[in-house]
């Protein structure tokens, strides 16, 4: 019995316990409730002080409104009626849902408290005016209030709680809706446009953008597509007073005014299908409560429509101003437009037009007027004729004759140019045309991705069916490369170790007052044939090059030697070039038969002297250097600070001289210059080279002439650009009305330096080498596209120099529409293969993925 006693001892022991611990836990709930009810009732009780003291009673629709709006009265008698016990709801219900947490949260409430709640308000609604001041429960000035999402939601819950324990309120029917308020359905989302933006009212935090800054405030009502615009859970969201306050201000003015006649485009709209929430429990009184306000609210929304239009004060005052916007923005639309059509004339006034298009011209054999037969190397004699011509502040003028003083070729002054060019730049700094023109070139871009994506397939099946046509059998032209750089390294080497082992015996040089052979030039340099390869050589660009231009023109050194250069790479040397001219022959060989690919050579005269038009000339017929597969352009390098400090040249004027003088005497009378004018029927344009990221002065207006400028300084290279372009210009004026090819301004521009130098090549040239500045000044780019300004591109060429592969602008330019090519600029330097154009179309259509059809 004892033991029985002891085992049951634990057991009644854990039951005393387990007693002892629920009486106390019923003894803290007891107090927490009673706690908690004396705390609700507190808060509650401040809340009908508060709006006791603020409370705002809004009048009823009146019977003059219903007599002008019949639709008013007619859908009242329908709707269903509010029972009179009703009228007397508790204030504690009234306050409670009229407060709204409008402190809080200042868009909760937004669907439906523009009227009041009360049922006792709209038992005679129809006898008072319509007035929407309980909108302005929210002063003016407030600062932008940050709520989380979590916050509000935390927050309404815990105040529908409140509710919910002091009268018993459904979650549905409560003052705060909840459900409403954060529900994801589609047919729960209200919208109200306020100030320009959309609020979602019903989704907790989305913020809805307009569709376009100009854009009317109350254009769509519908549900925003944009990207970007939904708050994230744990982002905050921002509220402002001001749209608030705004708005009713709006309505406020609105339904105060009488003069209401028709229907015009309304001022927002409501989402109908979402004024009823449940149509299954319109029996409470509190449901019949939300259905009159809402359905009073759908009136008030269609007397707003009927009046916005025709209210002149909110149409002047109030509302957008989508007239006057439009107007404005197309007078600056249009002021943009004729700036930019202003530039395009500017640019027709200098450059020089062909009366007949070259490629419109008939073929012209054995003309004795022009001196061009069907043997491009032998010269047919042409009579002079009697033009005179002088050098005249750096600008040669031509006359009919030695005794007239009427300039048969005028040019515009270099006063008048840089004024031009001037405004030119002033017109590139506008706010307005950059942003214009930066919108077109997007445009164009899109507009071609567009293209891409319809006609793609079409293009590369109609591509497919033509006969005969691929990319290695179509033309290709390379539209800048350097004569001096045009083999490949390999090719290079191969000729070097051939002359070498066949002529090693031939003097080829002279220095400091001794004759070299080519065997003893390699001896002084402790080299022989065997020792030769690529790498040696070290004539390929590479890291050290970049930005660094002058490390890239020692790669023209063969093996770091500039004798081994004058040997091989000059056609002015002791064997008056023969080297140079038998490798181009290799090179010219390469080209015809590969039957599909031109040329365009850039060979070099200095300036130095008058002489090196004959020399140069001389040096092409004598080595007969024709090939139909290649033409050629004379580049003048920018040396003018070079030559003053060699005491070669004494003023600018000197060089220009040297320069264009034989070209005059030629073009007069072919039989003073032969070889020259053979020379000039195979030359098609003029090029400005050397390094663009010097810094230099921005010309002024009025600059010095040439003969004036006597300093050790370099011209900048707009005035170089002007001197040559007026030069080119009174010669091939001449020059076409004797029958002779003309020759284009086709310079180096904006590899590197200003976007200034850009701006001058777009007044005076014909086509560009690089550009890749362009991508700096929308408004030159844009101005290049309308101008169809030819680019001539060598993205591996830049590689090395001045711009990353991966950040040239060339796909940008293609895509965009402007005219650019593919070019190599220094196979020697730059590329590997034995066809250096085909490298870099393959490199180009790797890189960024061109299809056939984009190569063609």
């Given at each position: 019995?004892?033991?029985?006693?002891?085992?049951?001892?634990?057991s009644s022991y854990?039951?005393?316990l387990?007693?002892?611990?629920?009486?106390?836990?019923?003894?803290?709930?007891?107090?927490?409730f009673?706690?908690?009810?004396?705390?609700?009732?507190?808060?509650?009780?401040?809340?009908?002080?508060?709006?006791?003291?603020?409370r705002?009673?809004?009048?009823?629709?009146?019977s003059?409104?219903?007599?002008?709006?019949?639709?008013?009265?007619?859908?009242?008698?329908e709707?269903?009626?509010?029972?009179?016990?009703?009228?007397?709801?508790?204030?504690?219900?009234?306050?409670?849902?009229?407060y709204?947490v409008?402190s809080?949260m200042?868009?909760?409430?937004?669907?439906?408290?523009?009227?009041?709640?009360?049922?006792?308000?709209?038992?005679?609604r129809?006898?008072?005016s319509?007035?929407w001041?309980?909108?302005?429960?929210?002063?003016s000035?407030l600062?932008?209030?940050?709520?989380?999402?979590?916050d509000?939601?935390?927050v309404?819950?815990n105040?529908?709680?409140?509710s919910?324990?002091?009268?018993?309120?459904?979650?549905?029917?409560g003052?705060?809706?909840?459900?409403?308020?954060?529900s994801?359905?589609?047919?729960?989302?209200?919208y109200?446009n306020?100030?320009?933006?959309?609020?979602?009212v019903?989704?907790?935090?989305?913020?809805?953008?307009?569709?376009?800054?100009?854009?009317?405030?109350?254009?769509?009502?519908?549900?925003?597509?944009?990207?970007?615009?939904?708050?994230?859970t744990?982002?905050?969201v921002?509220f402002?007073?001001?749209?608030?306050?705004?708005?009713?201000?709006?309505?406020?003015?609105?339904?105060?005014n009488?003069d209401?006649?028709?229907?015009s485009?309304?001022?927002?709209?409501?989402?109908?299908?979402?004024?009823?929430?449940?149509?299954?429990?319109?029996a409470?009184?509190n449901e019949?409560?939300?259905?009159?306000?809402?359905?009073?609210a759908?009136?008030?929304?269609?007397?707003?429509?009927h009046a916005?239009?025709?209210?002149?004060?909110?149409?002047n005052?109030?509302?957008?101003?989508?007239?006057?916007?439009?107007?404005?923005?197309?007078?600056?639309e249009?002021?943009?437009?004729?700036?930019?059509r202003?530039?395009?004339?500017?640019?027709?006034r200098y450059?020089?037009?062909?009366?007949?298009a070259?490629?419109m011209?008939?073929?012209?054999e054995?003309?004795?007027?022009?001196g061009?037969?069907?043997?491009?190397?032998?010269?047919?004699?042409v009579e002079?004729?009697?033009?005179h011509f002088?050098?005249?502040?750096?600008?040669?003028?031509?006359?009919?004759?030695?005794?007239d003083?009427t300039?048969?070729?005028?040019?515009?002054?270099?006063?008048?140019?840089?004024t031009?060019?001037h405004?030119?730049?002033?017109?590139?700094?506008?706010?307005n045309?950059?942003?214009?023109?930066?919108?077109?070139?997007?445009f164009?871009?899109?507009?071609f991705?567009?293209?891409?994506?319809i006609?793609?397939?079409r293009?590369?099946?109609?591509?497919?069916?033509?006969?005969?046509?691929d990319?290695y059998?179509?033309?290709?032209?390379?539209?800048?490369?350097?004569?001096?750089?045009?083999?490949?390294?390999?090719?290079?080497?191969?000729?070097?170790?051939?002359?070498?082992?066949?002529e090693?015996?031939?003097?080829?040089?002279?220095?400091?007052?001794?004759?070299?052979?080519?065997?003893?030039?390699?001896?002084?340099?402790?080299?022989?044939?065997?020792?030769?390869?690529v790498?040696?050589?070290d004539v390929?660009?590479?890291?050290?090059t970049?930005?660094?231009?002058?490390?890239?023109?020692?790669?023209?050194?063969?093996?770091?030697?500039?004798?081994?250069r004058?040997?091989?790479?000059?056609?002015?040397?002791?064997?008056?070039?023969?080297?140079?001219?038998?490798v181009t022959?290799?090179?010219?060989?390469?080209?015809?038969?590969?039957k599909?690919?031109?040329?365009?050579y850039r060979?070099?005269?200095?300036?130095?002297?008058?002489?090196e038009?004959?020399?140069?000339?001389?040096?092409?017929?004598n080595?007969?250097?024709?090939?139909?597969?290649?033409?050629?352009?004379?580049?003048?390098?920018?040396?003018?600070?070079?030559?003053?400090s060699?005491?070669?040249?004494?003023s600018?004027?000197?060089?220009?001289d040297?320069?264009?003088?034989?070209?005059?005497?030629?073009t007069?009378?072919?039989?003073?210059?032969?070889h020259?004018?053979?020379?000039?029927?195979q030359?098609?344009?003029?090029?400005?080279?050397?390094?663009?990221?010097?810094p230099?002065?921005?010309?002024?207006?009025?600059?010095?002439?040439?003969a004036?400028w006597?300093?050790?300084?370099?011209?900048?290279?707009?005035?170089?650009a002007?001197?040559?372009?007026?030069?080119?210009?009174?010669?091939?004026?001449?020059?076409e009305?004797k029958?002779?090819?003309?020759?284009?301004?086709?310079?180096?521009?904006?590899?590197?330096?200003?976007?200034?130098?850009?701006?001058?090549?777009?007044?005076?040239?014909?086509?560009?080498?690089?550009?890749?500045?362009?991508?700096k000044s929308?408004?030159?780019?844009?101005?290049?596209?309308?101008?169809?300004?030819?680019?001539?591109?060598s993205?591996?060429?830049?590689?090395?120099?001045?711009?990353?592969?991966?950040?040239?602008?060339?796909?940008?330019?293609?895509?965009?529409?402007?005219n650019?090519?593919?070019?190599?600029?220094?196979?020697?330097?730059?590329?590997?293969?034995?066809?250096?154009?085909?490298?870099?179309?393959?490199?180009?259509?790797?890189?960024?993925?061109?299809?056939?059809?984009?190569?063609?």
């Amino acid at each position: 019995m004892d033991s029985s006693s002891s085992s049951s001892s634990p057991s009644s022991y854990s039951i005393n316990l387990a007693l002892a611990a629920l009486f106390g836990a019923s003894v803290m709930a007891i107090s927490a409730f009673f706690i908690h009810k004396r705390s609700v009732d507190q808060v509650l009780d401040r809340l009908l002080k508060l709006r006791s003291a603020t409370r705002r009673h809004p009048p009823s629709f009146s019977s003059s409104a219903a007599a002008e709006d019949p639709s008013l009265a007619s859908e009242d008698d329908e709707e269903i009626e509010i029972a009179g016990d009703e009228e007397e709801i508790a204030s504690d219900d009234d306050v409670l849902s009229r407060y709204r947490v409008s402190s809080s949260m200042p868009n909760v409430g937004l669907s439906n408290h523009w009227f009041d709640d009360r049922p006792t308000e709209f038992g005679n609604r129809a006898a008072a005016s319509v007035s929407w001041d309980k909108l302005n429960l929210i002063p003016s000035g407030l600062p932008p209030l940050h709520t989380a999402r979590k916050d509000v939601e935390s927050v309404v819950q815990n105040l529908n709680m409140l509710s919910d324990s002091r009268m018993g309120l459904t979650e549905s029917s409560g003052p705060f809706e909840v459900k409403n308020l954060f529900s994801k359905d589609k047919g729960q989302d209200h919208y109200v446009n306020k100030s320009g933006s959309k609020i979602r009212v019903g989704s907790g935090g989305r913020l809805m953008t307009p569709r376009s800054s100009r854009g009317y405030a109350f254009d769509s009502t519908g549900d925003s597509d944009d990207e970007g615009t939904e708050v994230s859970t744990g982002q905050d969201v921002l509220f402002t007073y001001e749209d608030l306050n705004s708005s009713a201000d709006i309505i406020n003015l609105h339904a105060n005014n009488s003069d209401i006649h028709n229907v015009s485009a309304p001022p927002f709209e409501v989402d109908n299908s979402s004024c009823i929430s449940d149509q299954k429990c319109r029996a409470t009184a509190n449901e019949a409560e939300e259905n009159v306000v809402q359905h009073d609210a759908r009136k008030a929304d269609t007397a707003l429509m009927h009046a916005v239009e025709n209210d002149s004060i909110v149409t002047n005052n109030i509302l957008p101003q989508t007239t006057t916007m439009n107007e404005s923005t197309d007078k600056e639309e249009e002021e943009v437009w004729k700036m930019i059509r202003g530039c395009l004339d500017l640019r027709e006034r200098y450059v020089y037009r062909e009366n007949v298009a070259p490629w419109m011209k008939a073929p012209v054999e054995g003309s004795s007027a022009s001196g061009v037969n069907s043997d491009p190397l032998c010269f047919v004699p042409v009579e002079a004729t009697a033009h005179h011509f002088r050098m005249e502040d750096g600008v040669v003028r031509v006359y009919a004759s030695e005794n007239d003083a009427t300039d048969l070729f005028p040019v515009a002054s270099s006063t008048m140019f840089f004024t031009d060019m001037h405004h030119l730049l002033k017109v590139m700094s506008i706010g307005n045309v950059r942003s214009a023109c930066h919108h077109r070139l997007r445009f164009l871009e899109e507009k071609f991705r567009l293209h891409l994506l319809i006609k793609a397939d079409r293009e590369f099946l109609a591509q497919k069916s033509a006969p005969h046509r691929d990319f290695y059998n179509i033309r290709k032209v390379d539209t800048h490369v350097h004569h001096s750089a045009c083999m490949n390294q390999k090719q290079l080497l191969r000729f070097i170790k051939s002359k070498l082992r066949n002529e090693p015996d031939e003097v080829v040089i002279f220095r400091d007052g001794m004759y070299f052979t080519l065997k003893e030039v390699f001896e002084s340099l402790q080299l022989t044939g065997y020792d030769l390869n690529v790498d040696l050589m070290d004539v390929h660009a590479d890291k050290s090059t970049f930005h660094r231009f002058d490390k890239f023109n020692l790669k023209y050194n063969p093996c770091g030697q500039s004798r081994l250069r004058e040997i091989f790479l000059k056609q002015d040397n002791l064997i008056q070039g023969r080297f140079l001219a038998e490798v181009t022959k290799q090179v010219l060989s390469d080209l015809e038969a590969s039957k599909y690919q031109m040329a365009e050579y850039r060979v070099s005269i200095y300036g130095r002297k008058q002489s090196e038009w004959d020399q140069l000339a001389s040096w092409f017929i004598n080595n007969e250097l024709y090939s139909e597969n290649v033409v050629w352009l004379i580049q003048i390098p920018r040396l003018y600070n070079v030559y003053k400090s060699m005491g070669t040249a004494t003023s600018f004027q000197n060089i220009l001289d040297n320069v264009f003088i034989p070209l005059f005497e030629v073009t007069v009378d072919p039989n003073s210059h032969p070889h020259l004018h053979m020379f000039l029927m195979q030359v098609v344009g003029f090029d400005l080279v050397d390094d663009e990221s010097k810094p230099e002065r921005r010309p002024t207006k009025h600059m010095p002439k040439p003969a004036e400028w006597t300093n050790e300084f370099n011209p900048a290279y707009s005035y170089y650009a002007y001197y040559c372009y007026a030069n080119l210009y009174t010669l091939n004026k001449l020059r076409e009305s004797k029958g002779m090819p003309t020759i284009r301004l086709r310079p180096h521009c904006g590899e590197a330096g200003d976007v200034d130098h850009l701006a001058a090549a777009f007044l005076l040239c014909h086509n560009i080498s690089h550009g890749i500045i362009l991508r700096k000044s929308p408004v030159l780019q844009y101005l290049y596209y309308l101008a169809q300004i030819g680019l001539a591109m060598s993205p591996l060429s830049n590689n090395s120099l001045f711009l990353d592969y991966h950040r040239n602008p060339f796909p940008m330019f293609f895509q965009r529409g402007l005219n650019v090519s593919l070019s190599t600029d220094d196979p020697l330097q730059i590329h590997l293969t034995k066809e250096p154009l085909v490298e870099e179309y393959s490199v180009a259509a790797k890189v960024h993925v061109f299809s056939s059809f984009h190569l063609h």
